[in-house]
């Protein structure tokens, strides 16, 4: 059976994170050693500010829904996949697939391309 799937991550996820953000502490760095001895702690200090003053979960989440997303059984798996029909009068069955660690969203710029092609007015972030 498939089943219409939509992204929503509850909000008391995001205000968990959001407040582990704001109490993150770096810890000290004896002298810069960059990315030799794992993450390079100035990077990290970048990334957590980017995610706790910029990253809009919610705007990003909305332009991830504004495609057809679904979910079905295979054996004992779940599988969340993205259904786009495309315009015009002979659209192509097209299939994108990825693996492990990747994603769909490596595909949004894509999609709306190779569906409406220079008609897209999709937006994605």
Same mark, same amino acid.
């Given at each position: 059976?498939?089943?219409?799937? !939509?992204?929503?991550? +509850?909000? =008391?996820? &995001? *205000?968990? #994170? @959001? ?5 993150? /502490? ?6 810069? !050693?960059?990315?030799? +001895?794992? =993450?390079? &702690? *100035?990077? #990290? @200090? ?5 995610? /706790? ?73």
């Amino acid at each position: 059976m498939i089943t219409p799937f !939509r992204i929503a991550v +509850d909000q =008391t996820a &995001l *205000d968990d #994170l @959001a407040l582990r953000l704001r109490t993150f /502490r770096q810890p000290p760095s004896p002298e810069d !050693r960059g990315w030799e +001895d794992g =993450t390079d &702690l *100035d990077y #990290l @200090a970048e990334l957590i500010a980017y995610w /706790r003053d910029s990253y809009d979960w919610r705007a990003h989440e909305a332009a991830l829904n504004r495609f057809g997303h679904f979910t079905t059984e295979i054996g004992d798996a779940r599988l969340h996949f993205l259904h786009e029909k495309g315009r015009g009068p002979t659209p192509l069955p097209l299939l994108l697939a990825h693996g492990w660690p990747d994603g769909f969203q490596r595909f949004v710029k894509l999609i709306p391309l190779l569906t409406h092609g220079s008609e897209s007015r999709l937006t994605v972030i």
